[in-house]
């Protein structure tokens, strides 16, 4: 997968919070689908109030579990992501209208599954590149993409399990960014094992325990 939009967001200061603006938000996605096409060759479509709504359901759902927040800043950043992905898979703000055949990419890969499940790349792609760029401005890493993210047959299953339920998103893109996927209960933050570990840390640390 094309990390080159990442350079762009890392740009804007204090991202995290941000993209929690609609103006950044919208922003930032128009940027990141501008990038793909250059990149790809792959013109979008993007309709402003279906990403508007994609916006404000991320934030109530944000907004349900925020607690989790403190227990592991670095897991919640990618479960954040998560979440927004899930509602753009599930809102569907953008389609692809045209193939150009253009573009500068030499990644076959990532260019199959371009061609594959280009809105779904798009929306992929938005959220990958958010996270190494938050995780770069909060903590100094740059976060390797393991092997999954660039093998079709992972993103035919990807596909076809977000379209049954756009939640499962979420543990895919865990399994993108080298996390361990929750399958089962993907949207739920204290169901996350490095969340249910540190919170496990913590009552240890309160009972005395070593």
Not at 61 to 71: G, L, P, R, T
Not at 121 to 145: H, K, M, P, Y
Not at 181 to 203: T, Y
Request: hydrophobic fraction near 45%.
């Amino acid at each position: 997968m094309d990390l080159t939009p990442k350079d762009k967001l890392s740009s804007i200061p204090d991202l995290r919070h941000r993209l929690r603006q609609l103006r950044w938000f919208s922003k930032a996605f128009r940027n990141n689908a501008e990038l793909v096409e250059a990149h790809f060759g792959f013109t979008y479509r993007i309709d402003e109030k279906l990403l508007n709504q994609v916006f404000f359901d991320w934030l109530a759902a944000i907004d349900a579990q925020d607690e989790s927040a403190a227990v592991d800043r670095a897991d919640y950043i990618v479960f954040v992501a998560g979440l927004a992905l899930r509602e753009l898979i599930r809102t569907k703000p953008a389609v692809m209208v045209s193939d150009a055949g253009k573009g500068q990419a030499d990644d076959q890969a990532t260019l199959e599954i371009v061609r594959f499940w280009p809105e779904g790349f798009l929306f992929t792609n938005f959220c990958v590149c958010a996270i190494a760029a938050v995780q770069e401005q909060e903590f100094g890493v740059s976060r390797d993409l393991e092997k999954a993210a660039s093998d079709l047959r992972v993103w035919w299953s990807y596909r076809e399990n977000a379209a049954k339920d756009p939640s499962i998103s979420i543990a895919f893109l865990d399994q993108f960014v080298g996390l361990e996927p929750n399958w089962l209960f993907p949207a739920m933050a204290q169901e996350r094992a490095a969340i249910k570990k540190a919170l496990g840390a913590s009552r240890e640390a309160m009972l005395g325990r070593p």
